[in-house]
Nanobody, 124 residues
Framework: QVQVAESGGGLVQAGGSLRLSCAATGRTFRYYVMGWFRQAPGQEREFVAAISRGGGTTIYTDSVKGRFSMSRDNGENTVYLQMNSLKPEDTAVYYC?????????????????WGQGTQVTVSS
């Protein structure tokens, strides 16, 4: 079992950058696929990015490709989401999630553990 907690959200102007972190507890962190999702008010939770257990493979939703980068440090039990060239439409609560599997997924349902979320607001 693993617990995750996000940090690093905040208010930023359009074109700016933020780096989100997700710290995980548990000795088996390296066995989990990790994902980032986001949810804007009145909208469903949507996939942002996911990373393989070893960090060698990442997938992104089309709207963030070239702007966001996900990475992980298994020694520190932490994953990161570097967000550049932020747009007002990136405004949402961002959630970190862990999946007890080696298979990457862009759907929320397969992920087993979720954090409480961190708010990202991008002003125009």
């Amino acid at each position: 079992q693993v617990q995750v907690a996000e940090s690093g959200g905040g208010l930023v102007q359009a074109g700016g950058s933020l780096r989100l972190s997700c710290a995980a507890t548990g000795r088996t962190f390296r066995y989990y696929v990790m994902g980032w999702f986001r949810q804007a008010p009145g909208q469903e939770r949507e996939f942002v990015a996911a990373i393989s257990r070893g960090g060698g493979t990442t997938i992104y939703t089309d709207s963030v490709k070239g702007r966001f980068s996900m990475s992980r440090d298994n020694g520190e039990n932490t994953v990161y989401l570097q967000m550049n060239s932020l747009k007002p439409e990136d405004t949402a609560v961002y959630y970190c999630a862990a999946r007890d599997s080696g298979v990457l997924s862009d759907k929320p349902a397969p992920y087993d553990y979720w954090g409480q979320g961190t708010q990202v607001t991008v002003s125009s």
